[in-house]
C-alpha cells in the first residue's frame, strides 16, 4: 500500500486525507500546530493516523507522496528533507486533478482574482451548466469529489498552489494581473513572483485558451520571458480589444473571431473600474465556454461578492462603514481607495509583506483625511502617509479603530478597512479582521456621532 503524508490539517489537508483514504492510501496527517477538535473527530472517525505539535521526520519521509498545505514554504526543513529524498511534494489541487475528469477553468492574479471566480461559477451555474467551484475560494476539491464530480470546475489559484503543481492542466485559465505581493515567500524577487503565476499555464496545449491583462506590466514581462501555447485572448478596460473584452464607452464589449457582444454597465450589480475588469474577465469566460449573451446580462445583475471584498456593513447617519479586508496588499487596496468619490477615514495596517506604497500615495493624499493604523508595527506606513495625511492615529484594537473611525467621521465620509497587509499579527486571518470589523461596526450607537 501506497503512503502518503498530509502537511497541515486545514480545509484543504482534510479533504485531501480524505480522497487519499478512499483511493487506497496508507495516510498521515501531521500539522505542526494545534487541530481543531471537529477536524481531529472526523479524522478519528475515518480511522487516519495523524499527529499535532511537531512534524515526525521518520513518518513522514517514509511516504511516497506529501500534500503539503500552500501556506508552508518549501524552505521548511521537513519540506526540504523530503525533497532531498525525492519525494514528490505537492498541492491538494494537484492531487483531486488526479482524479477529476471535469474540464478546469483556473483564475489566478495578485487581484480580482476571488471575485472573478465567484462571478465566472455564477454565470455557468445560471447557464445550466454542470459546474463546482473549488481551490483558494470555498472548499477544498478534493472533499467535494468524495460527494461527486462535475463536468467544470471553476478554481480560484493562489501562486502558492500553483508551486505545487505538476500535472494540473486548465482547459481554460486568466490570470487577471501580476503586482508585488508574498515576495518575503520569493526572496523578495518580483521575477520569481512572475515565474510562479505563470507556472499555471505550462502544462497547456495549443487546444486550450488562456486570457491575459494587455495593460499590465508585469504580465508582459513574462510573456517576453516564458512560453505559453494556448490560444490567448486578452482584456483591458482602457484600450479596445479585437480578440478579448474591453469597454465601449458605456458597454462591457467582447469580441471573439466575427462574434461581438456588448452589454450595458448598468447591468452590473457591482460597481469600480476593478469590478469592470472582473466582469470582461467572467463574461469573457462564460462566452468562451458558451454561455448566451442573455444569460451573461441577467447573471451580472444578481451577482453578490464574497464577503470582506468591498462590503457595506453598515450606514450610520450618513456614514458608510465598508469592509475590505480580503486587501491584503498595495494594490487591492488602491483600487478600494480609488472606488470613493467621498472623503474616507481609512484603517490599514498588518504584516507588512515587502509593500511599497509610492503607487497608493497620490489617492492617499486626495481621498484619506485620517489614517488609522491597525498593527503590532505600524513605522513604516506611519512614514509613508505622515507628509501626506492630516491625521494618524494608531491601534492594536479593532473596535478602538472602528469607534474613532466613527468620531471622525461626517456625513457622506466612508470609513474603510482595506488593510494593504496580511493579518496575521493580531487575527487568525483575514476572516477573522474582517469578522471582527463587521461585529465591531454592528454595536456602533448612531446617537454617539460627533
Avoid at 494545534?34 to 515526525?56: P, Q, W, Y
Avoid at 492542466?169 to 524577487?189: C, F, G, M, Q, S
Amino acid at each position: 500500500m501506497k503512503r502518503i503524508a498530509i502537511l497541515g490539517s486545514g480545509e484543504s489537508g482534510l479533504g485531501a486525507a480524505l480522497l487519499a483514504k478512499r483511493e487506497g492510501y496508507a495516510v498521515w496527517v501531521s500539522d505542526a500546530g494545534k487541530i481543531s477538535d471537529s477536524r481531529k473527530a472526523k479524522l478519528k472517525e475515518e480511522k487516519i493516523s495523524f499527529e499535532e505539535g511537531v512534524h515526525s521526520q521518520e513518518e513522514i519521509l517514509n511516504s511516497d507522496l506529501i500534500i503539503k498545505s500552500p501556506g508552508i514554504p518549501d524552505s521548511v526543513n521537513i519540506v526540504k528533507k523530503a525533497l532531498e529524498n525525492g519525494i514528490p511534494v505537492i498541492d491538494e489541487l494537484e492531487f483531486a486533478f488526479r482524479y477529476s475528469s471535469g474540464k478546469v477553468i483556473a483564475i489566478t492574479g495578485t487581484n480580482g482574482k476571488t471575485t472573478t471566480t465567484l462571478l465566472t461559477y455564477h454565470l455557468l451555474k445560471n447557464a445550466g451548466l454542470d459546474v463546482g467551484l473549488a481551490g483558494n475560494v470555498g472548499k477544498s476539491w478534493a472533499a467535494q469529489l468524495l460527494e461527486g464530480d462535475h463536468d467544470w470546475w471553476v478554481i480560484e489559484c493562489s501562486s502558492f498552489q500553483i508551486d505545487g503543481f505538476v500535472c494540473f492542466k486548465p482547459a481554460v485559465a486568466l490570470l487577471t494581473n501580476i503586482t508585488p505581493d508574498h515576495l518575503d515567500r520569493y526572496e523578495y524577487k518580483v521575477d520569481n513572483y512572475i515565474q510562479s503565476k505563470f507556472g499555471l499555464f505550462k502544462n497547456m496545449s495549443d487546444e486550450d485558451q488562456v486570457i491575459f491583462n494587455q495593460t499590465d506590466p508585469l504580465t508582459e514581462i513574462g510573456l517576453k520571458t516564458l512560453s505559453v501555447k494556448p490560444k490567448t485572448y486578452w482584456f483591458s478596460s482602457t484600450s479596445n480589444i479585437n480578440n478579448g473584452g474591453s469597454l465601449n464607452g458605456e458597454f462591457l464589449h467582447w469580441q471573439l473571431d466575427d462574434k461581438v457582444v456588448q452589454i450595458p454597465l448598468s447591468a452590473m450589480s457591482l460597481q469600480g473600474e476593478h469590478n469592470i475588469q472582473n466582469a470582461l474577465c467572467a463574461g469573457l469566460i462564460a462566452l468562451l465556454v458558451g454561455v448566451k449573451k442573455d444569460t451573461i446580462q441577467q447573471s451580472l445583475g444578481s451577482f453578490t461578492n464574497a464577503p470582506h471584498r468591498m462590503e457595506l456593513v453598515r450606514e450610520i447617519e450618513g456614514v458608510k462603514f465598508i469592509n475590505d479586508s480580503k486587501g491584503t496588499n498595495v494594490e487591492a487596496t488602491a483600487y478600494a481607495l480609488d472606488a470613493f468619490q467621498n472623503p474616507l477615514i481609512w484603517i490599514a495596517g498588518g504584516v507588512d509583506k515587502g509593500n511599497d506604497y509610492q503607487t497608493v500615495k497620490s489617492i492617499v493624499e486626495e481621498k484619506v483625511k485620517c489614517l488609522i493604523c491597525l498593527g503590532k508595527d505600524n513605522e513604516k506606513l506611519k512614514k509613508a502617509f505622515h507628509p501626506l495625511v492630516g491625521e494618524i492615529k494608531e491601534t492594536q484594537d479593532i473596535k478602538e479603530a472602528v469607534r474613532w473611525g466613527q468620531l471622525l467621521a461626517v456625513p457622506g465620509d466612508v470609513v474603510l478597512l482595506s488593510p494593504a497587509c496580511a493579518s496575521f499579527d493580531l487575527f487568525k486571518n483575514y476572516e477573522d479582521r474582517g469578522d471582527q470589523f463587521r461585529s465591531a461596526v454592528k454595536e456602533l450607537k448612531p446617537e454617539t456621532i460627533a
